[in-house]
């Protein structure tokens, strides 16, 4: 009954942007520590950024600081990361989580940077 499914991955060039977003369903996203994480082939599964359940403040991959920013809409139940000044590193699968009880996945979507 809970389901996250993320969208607006895709191909871009590097120093372009995008803007990914998690919408949820069969649960309220505000109750729980909400993120993103990130799996490139080949490598472990990245923490990219969170939003802390207990006060609210965001955390940042080393990686990622100055470049992504996650943010929530309650009204929407959805969750997005902005990303810019992308480079090839960037490539990913890139997850929504969303953790109290128990943590939740949606699908994933790729993201390409890539000329």
């Known amino acids: 009954q809970l389901q996250l499914v993320e969208s607006g991955g895709g191909l871009v060039q590097p120093g372009g942007s995008l803007r990914l977003s998690c919408a949820a369903s069969?649960?309220?996203?505000?109750?729980?520590?909400i993120g993103w994480f990130r799996q490139a082939p080949g490598k472990e599964r990245e923490g990219v950024s969170c939003?802390?359940?207990?006060?609210?403040?965001?955390y940042y991959a080393d990686s990622v600081k100055g470049r992504f920013t996650i943010s929530a809409d309650n009204a929407k139940n959805t969750l997005y990361l902005q990303m810019i000044s992308l480079n090839s590193e960037d490539t990913a699968v890139y997850y929504c989580?969303?953790?109290?009880?128990?943590?939740?996945w949606g699908q994933g979507t790729q993201v390409t940077v890539s000329s």
């Open positions: 939003i802390s359940s207990s006060d609210g403040h965001t």
């Open positions: 989580t969303a953790t109290l009880w128990s943590t939740y």
């Open positions: 069969g649960f309220i996203l505000d109750d729980y520590a």
